[in-house]
């Protein structure tokens, strides 16, 4: 199957030439051409781009912030910066960039990305392949005699720390999880915690029919949420049934899921 690639850039030859290129890799198709970060966004909202090669200088909203909203997304597709200015790289990687490539366009590094991003896509493809839930249980005992790896065992607790200690927090308890200056919490009725889980991990683990990604930075539990409250430009706040009935955003994008979702 060809991965179904898009083209940001506000400069025509330059969209020329990574098209040229990628023309060259059988198994990419360049389905998509944006000038500016409102094309982008709508040209991703209407179809399943595998790989969004996207500059960083553009008028109006920057590369960053597409790259940003994009993450917001169910789905996302694979970003890879293409700018000509080398100062952006770790802020692109903040918003979860698979790769970086520098202006000029080389081939032999595109051909790189693209391998890598193969490679993501087959060892998600393995993982989902191998979940826990399809296969065999299997004790301690009899994978150390049949010379295999204990079978994970997955429980609806999550570990967190609290004054030097691990608790070990239940499903049920998590009001909601947020990242705070590249930290992770967890938020119960009453106490802040600590945990070493990034919140995509925190997402996987936890239930999905309960637990809604509402932002880039909050993972809320939609059985805690008290009122719906509307905000800016499309968005919402979420009061949830803590101590402090705290407030959880709702990012535009994930608003019109969070309604479906609600019935609203």
Do not use: W
Request: proline share 5%; net charge neutral.
């Amino acid at each position: 199957m060809k991965l179904k690639a898009l083209i940001v850039d506000d400069e025509y030859p330059a969209r020329k030439e990574l098209r040229f290129l990628l023309n060259k890799f059988d198994n990419i198709e360049v389905v998509g051409e944006a000038t500016n970060a409102q094309e982008a966004l709508t040209l991703i909202k209407a179809l399943d781009y595998s790989i969004l090669f996207l500059d960083i200088e553009m008028p109006g909203m920057n590369g960053l912030e597409v790259g940003a909203r994009v993450q917001e997304m169910p789905n996302p597709p694979h970003v890879v910066f293409v700018t000509a200015y080398d100062e952006y790289a770790v802020r692109a990687f903040e918003v979860n960039a698979v790769d970086y490539i520098l202006k000029p366009f080389d081939e032999k590094r595109l051909t790189q990305t693209i391998n890598k991003i193969v490679k993501i896509n087959q060892q998600k493809a393995h993982t989902t392949e191998d979940s826990p839930e399809d296969q065999p249980v299997i004790s301690p005992e009899g994978a150390a005699k049949a010379g295999q790896k204990p079978q994970h065992i997955k429980i609806d607790r999550i570990p967190a720390e609290k004054q030097g200690k691990t608790i070990l927090v239940n499903e049920s308890d998590i009001i909601y999880a947020f990242t705070e200056q590249d930290y992770v919490y967890i938020k119960t009725y009453s106490d802040k915690l600590f945990t070493r889980f990034t919140l995509k991990e925190l997402e996987s683990r936890l239930n999905p029919s309960i637990f809604f990604r509402t932002h880039r930075c909050y993972l809320a539990n939609l059985h805690k949420v008290k009122e719906i409250i509307p905000f800016f430009n499309g968005t919402y706040t979420l009061i949830v049934e803590d101590n402090e009935k705290s407030e959880v955003p709702v990012s535009r994008a994930q608003a019109k899921k969070l309604r479906k979702i609600l019935g609203m």
